[in-house]
């Protein structure tokens, strides 16, 4: 049962963040979501309706001393952390001869320091409980790279090497780790794609169709389960059978 557990989710304004903030809120768990948007963050509704308290704090995971204030604010709210779900990620794509040094930093600091930064404060946390579930969002991008994302693939990639080593180290006091690698999922962003774009990418996956933002929240509602209790660094592939 996940009714009552405390989760901290980063970047959960839109999109896979916001679908896995309302899929953990309707099991009842309470949570303290993480946005970096300069307007108001507002779950509430979708949220409380289902039992799970739901606080919000603006802060850029990719600073040190700000992820350790989501990390206290949640202590400060719940006095425990359970789960610690690192959805947050930014792209800056561009040709890796024409990428500017601030457009690999940046992704770099956001996508890979950020989730360093969240996991190294909710650590200390989840060893004195002896009880912790860690949900890191990377991408099928990090396993077999991809043109114009050197960047994004540099980071996505470091997520799985540094979730195995927290699988590692922290496994012995009760702490899971894992990676989920979504691959094409129907957002925003690839509804605004172009249909010869599309014919392409569906072309390489054997389900023919992209995956849903719920795909992705229905697994880390799974991982963040007794259910799973027994898996741990792992990554885990969600992309229709794109990569095999």
């Given at each position: 049962m996940l009714k009552g557990r405390v989760a901290i989710i980063?970047?959960?304004s839109r999109g896979i963040g916001k679908a896995i903030a309302i899929k953990l809120g309707e099991a009842g768990v309470n949570l303290v979501l993480n946005h970096y948007e300069p307007e108001e963050l507002d779950l509430s509704k979708s949220i409380k309706s289902q039992g799970g308290k739901v606080y919000t704090l603006k802060g850029d995971i990719s600073q040190f001393d700000e992820a350790g204030k989501l990390i206290d604010y949640a202590m400060e709210i719940f006095s425990r952390i359970d789960i610690l779900v690192n959805n947050a990620g930014i792209n800056r794509d561009n040709l890796l001869v024409t990428?500017?040094?601030e457009e690999f930093d940046r992704v770099i600091s956001v996508n890979l320091k950020g989730t360093f930064n969240c996991i190294k404060h909710?650590?200390?946390v989840m060893l004195k409980q002896r009880y912790g579930k860690i949900i890191s969002i990377s991408s099928i991008v990090g396993l077999i790279g991809n043109i114009g994302q050197a960047n994004y693939a540099a980071s996505k990639a470091g997520i799985m090497g540094l979730t195995k080593s927290v699988a590692k180290e922290l496994g012995s006091r009760g702490i899971t780790a894992n990676a989920i690698a979504p691959g094409y999922i129907k957002t925003v962003?690839?509804?605004?794609?172009?249909?010869?774009?599309?014919e392409?990418?569906?072309?390489?996956?054997?389900?023919?169709?992209?995956?849903?933002?719920?795909?992705?929240?229905?697994?880390?509602?799974?991982?963040v389960s007794e259910k799973a209790g027994y898996i741990t660094g792992q990554v885990i592939n969600i992309d229709g059978g794109m990569v095999m």
């Amino acid at each position: 049962m996940l009714k009552g557990r405390v989760a901290i989710i980063t970047g959960a304004s839109r999109g896979i963040g916001k679908a896995i903030a309302i899929k953990l809120g309707e099991a009842g768990v309470n949570l303290v979501l993480n946005h970096y948007e300069p307007e108001e963050l507002d779950l509430s509704k979708s949220i409380k309706s289902q039992g799970g308290k739901v606080y919000t704090l603006k802060g850029d995971i990719s600073q040190f001393d700000e992820a350790g204030k989501l990390i206290d604010y949640a202590m400060e709210i719940f006095s425990r952390i359970d789960i610690l779900v690192n959805n947050a990620g930014i792209n800056r794509d561009n040709l890796l001869v024409t990428m500017k040094e601030e457009e690999f930093d940046r992704v770099i600091s956001v996508n890979l320091k950020g989730t360093f930064n969240c996991i190294k404060h909710a650590s200390k946390v989840m060893l004195k409980q002896r009880y912790g579930k860690i949900i890191s969002i990377s991408s099928i991008v990090g396993l077999i790279g991809n043109i114009g994302q050197a960047n994004y693939a540099a980071s996505k990639a470091g997520i799985m090497g540094l979730t195995k080593s927290v699988a590692k180290e922290l496994g012995s006091r009760g702490i899971t780790a894992n990676a989920i690698a979504p691959g094409y999922i129907k957002t925003v962003m690839t509804d605004k794609l172009p249909d010869k774009i599309k014919e392409k990418m569906l072309n390489n996956i054997p389900l023919k169709k992209f995956g849903e933002i719920e795909d992705v929240a229905n697994l880390v509602d799974f991982l963040v389960s007794e259910k799973a209790g027994y898996i741990t660094g792992q990554v885990i592939n969600i992309d229709g059978g794109m990569v095999m």
